[in-house]
């Protein structure tokens, strides 16, 4: 069973530029979560999606903004790039409501 | 709001030694999960191990155990046998076990580097 796939892995961006992240799901499992790694503060939850709704938000700016598919995959977007948003980004992914048990490799975002 | 703590951000342990890995929690709930992830150099967070709180028996896998202490709010990872392999970011985590509103998300520590020594 193929595991997260999780596209592109490394994106170079611009200040001011948008960004959209993409996330495969294993095969089955309905919801999809986003976190955001940084050296400074860690890892921090964005939002989860389940049969295409968003069920949770964290505490982060309208920018970020992301959407489920019929399919269960999952795209996040992050628009007017700041150099804070540079990270790694990494997608979850669990069968129906259950906590996330498998995690993709990441997309590293590099703002300039 | 739930926190979790992780007071070591290094550790290191000789290989075929043991170590333990120690993470605190606040919560005010009673039903919760708690997971250890370990996080490669290749970045992938993969799950070790899993605690639902509700047990009372400790969570093995394996090389890995758990210490769970509840009343404590503690919840500390052991590694046997410690292999090169091991060597890892490790973050504890916690994720309420009620459905609704903002409880599905987990909240991490700031993880404990372990070096593996050979």
């Known amino acids: 069973k193929a595991g997260v796939t999780q596209t592109p892995r490394y994106l170079i961006k611009t200040r001011g530029q948008q960004v959209t992240l993409s996330c495969s799901p294993i095969s089955g499992h309905r919801s999809v979560s986003w976190y955001q790694q940084t050296p400074g503060q860690g890892l921090q939850f964005l939002f989860e999606y389940f049969s295409e709704t968003q069920r949770n938000k964290g505490n982060f700016p309208g920018r970020f903004s992301g959407r489920q598919f019929s399919n269960s995959r999952s795209e996040m977007n992050v628009s007017t790039l700041e150099l804070g948003d540079s990270a790694l980004y990494l997608c979850?992914?669990?069968?129906?409501?259950?906590?996330?048990?498998?995690f993709g490799n990441g997309t590293r975002l590099t703002v300039t | 709001a739930q926190t979790v703590t992780q007071s070591q951000p290094e550790m290191s342990v000789q290989e075929a030694e043991t170590v333990t890995l120690s993470c605190t929690y606040d919560?005010?709930?009673?039903?919760?999960?708690l997971f250890w992830y370990k996080q490669p150099p290749s970045r992938q967070m993969i799950l070790v191990i899993r605690?639902?709180?509700?047990?009372?028996q400790n969570a093995t896998e394996n090389r890995f155990s758990v210490n769970f202490q509840k009343a404590a709010k503690s919840f500390s990872l052991k590694i046997s046998d410690s292999q090169l392999g091991d060597a890892a970011m490790y973050f504890c985590a916690y994720r309420s076990a009620t459905s609704g509103g903002s409880n599905y998300k987990l909240t991490f520590g700031k993880g404990t580097l372990l070096t593996v020594n050979p």
């Open positions: 979850a992914s669990s069968v129906l409501a259950g906590p996330p048990l498998h």
């Open positions: 605690q639902e709180a509700y047990k009372q």
């Open positions: 919560t005010s709930e009673s039903d919760y999960y």
